[in-house]
Each structure stands twice: as structure tokens, then as C-alpha cells.
């Protein structure tokens, strides 16, 4: 009896796992997953290795870790998010939304490559509460610049208090507004190939509008990085067709044709890809 019930707690401790990592983005494409031994053998999630191996022999059988709640959890604890940051966040997890912001890994990866770049003058498309931008800010040197643009005037608040408490709101030029509309203003005002650095995060079905519009402002061996390229692991899902799926699906597909920029897709958060101009 008592070991009928607990092979049963193995197979249900092993089967929620599987579900929990089939349903990940960062699994969601492959065809056959595994579990190391010690998850089988010990029936403890605690314990598990799981690992990604797909059928192809072309991938050379290459194991990719899955990102479980408890390395994620690792991963989380070796970022260095500064005080103004976490309050920001959690205060933004109290609000409608808050899933839009971006993760404390993201923040600091975007943070990194305004640093990589020496940049001086960056644009961020979609703001929200304004987490990755004051993140950016925050990297930027005194004479920086970024350029935020945001069409809801509640969040933007919340930003621009947290621009204020961080000492960074010199930094930040604010355009509330459509970010297509401020992306053409910019260009119109003669800044093209000024800026070093832009993120968006913001409307999926203008993603390649948005594109368009920054590699005009962005400089050759500048940046352009593009958040949620992986939309919960829709764009892998051939039965998921809807409008801002299917955007996100043909952007990937035509930023692999677009010899203008050098493209790196990270798996970091729901899926970025970095974006060099060429």
C-alpha cells in the first residue's frame, strides 16, 4: 500500500513538472523532453535536471536547459537590481497590467548593452510604469538621453514619480502620445542616425512599422532590441492565428531576411531579439 501510494506522488510529482515545462515558451517548440535520473529515481521536483532534446540529428542532439521556478528563482537571486528598481516593480505588481512589465533579468541585460555600447541617446517604445526605462536611464551617463514614448497617461505618471525619486528625470524626454507619430517627429526634426540605442515593447501588431521607423534613427552599429518575440510560445503553435500572434510570426520571419541589421534572439524573458544595424 504504502508503496503503491508513493510510486502514484512520483507520477503525479513527474507529470505537473512536464506540464509546467511543456507549457514554458522556452519548450514549447521541441518535440522530445527528458528528465535527468534523479527526478525519476527520487520522484522530487527539488532534485530535477530537466533538459530539451530534439529528435533532429541536425541540432546534434544538443541538451538546452528549461528553466524550472526554482533556477529561475537562482536566476533572480544573482541580479543586481538597484532598491529603486524592486520598489517600482512591486509597486507595479499591485496594478492592472503589470504582467507588461518587463523582467528584473531583462532590465538588466537591456542596462548592460547601453553600457557595451558607450550609448548617449536612446528611445524606448512602450514605457508602461517605466521599469526597463529607468533601468536605461540609470546606465546612461549625466549627458544622456532617452526618449520614452507612451500613450497612457496613468502608467506614465507612475514613471515619471520614479524618474524623480531616482534622480534621472534630466535624463528622460518623455512623449506622451502615439509612438509612431513621435518616432516620425523625431525623424522629421532631422535626428536620423542619431540615436545609439531603442527598445520597444509595446503594440505587437506595429512591430514592424515600429522597426522601420528606428533603424532610420538608430545609427549604423547601433541597437535595436524587440521584447515578447516569442509571445508565450505562441508563435511556435501553428493553431494559434490570431492578430498579434501572426504579426510577431511574420516580423521573426522577415527580421531573418533583413540583411540591414545582425540578429541575436535570446530567450530571456518572454523572448528578445537584439537587433545590430548593419
Known amino acids: 500500500m504504502a508503496t503503491g501510494l508513493a510510486m502514484n506522488r512520483c507520477s503525479i510529482s513527474v507529470c505537473r513538472t512536464a506540464d509546467v515545462l511543456l507549457n514554458r515558451p522556452t519548450v514549447s517548440v521541441v518535440r522530445n523532453l527528458k528528465f535527468n535520473r534523479r527526478l ?4 522530487s521536483i527539488a532534485s530535477a535536471a530537466p533538459f530539451v532534446v530534439a529528435e533532429d540529428e541536425k541540432y546534434g542532439n544538443k541538451q538546452v536547459i528549461s528553466l524550472t521556478p526554482r533556477l529561475y528563482d537562482y536566476i533572480l537571486s544573482n ?3 538597484p532598491e529603486i528598481l524592486k520598489q517600482l516593480r512591486e509597486e507595479t505588481a499591485k496594478m492592472r497590467g503589470s504582467q507588461m512589465q518587463v523582467s528584473p533579468d531583462q532590465a538588466q541585460l537591456l542596462a548592460m548593452l ?6 548617449e541617446r ?3 517604445v512602450g514605457v508602461y510604469t517605466g521599469y526597463s526605462s529607468l533601468a536605461v536611464a540609470l546606465a546612461l551617463p549625466e549627458s544622456g538621453r532617452l526618449v520614452a ?9 507612475v514613471a515619471q514619480r520614479y524618474y524623480e525619486l531616482a534622480g534621472v528625470s534630466h535624463k528622460v524626454i518623455v512623449k506622451h502620445g502615439l509612438a509612431a507619430e513621435s518616432l516620425k517627429s523625431l525623424i522629421e526634426n532631422g535626428e536620423g542616425s542619431s540615436y545609439d540605442f531603442a527598445f ?6 506595429m512591430y514592424q512599422d515600429y522597426f522601420e521607423l528606428l533603424l532610420q534613427l538608430v545609427r549604423v552599429g547601433g541597437v535595436i532590441v524587440m521584447d515578447n518575440v516569442l509571445w508565450h510560445g505562441r508563435v511556435a503553435d501553428p493553431m494559434v492565428n490570431d492578430a498579434k500572434t501572426i504579426s510577431i510570426r511574420n516580423f521573426n520571419k522577415n527580421l531573418m531576411d533583413d540583411e540591414r541589421v545582425s540578429i541575436s534572439m535570446v530567450p530571456i524573458g518572454d523572448g528578445m531579439t537584439i537587433c545590430r544595424k548593419i
Not at 152 to 157: A, Q, T
Open 40 to 43: 525519476i529515481g527520487n520522484c
Open 122 to 124: 536612446c528611445i524606448e
Open 200 to 205: 520597444v515593447d509595446a503594440d505587437k501588431r
Open 149 to 157: 514614448c507612451e500613450r497612457d497617461s496613468n502608467s506614465l505618471e
Open 79 to 81: 541580479v543586481r537590481e
Open 114 to 119: 547601453v553600457q557595451i555600447l558607450g550609448a
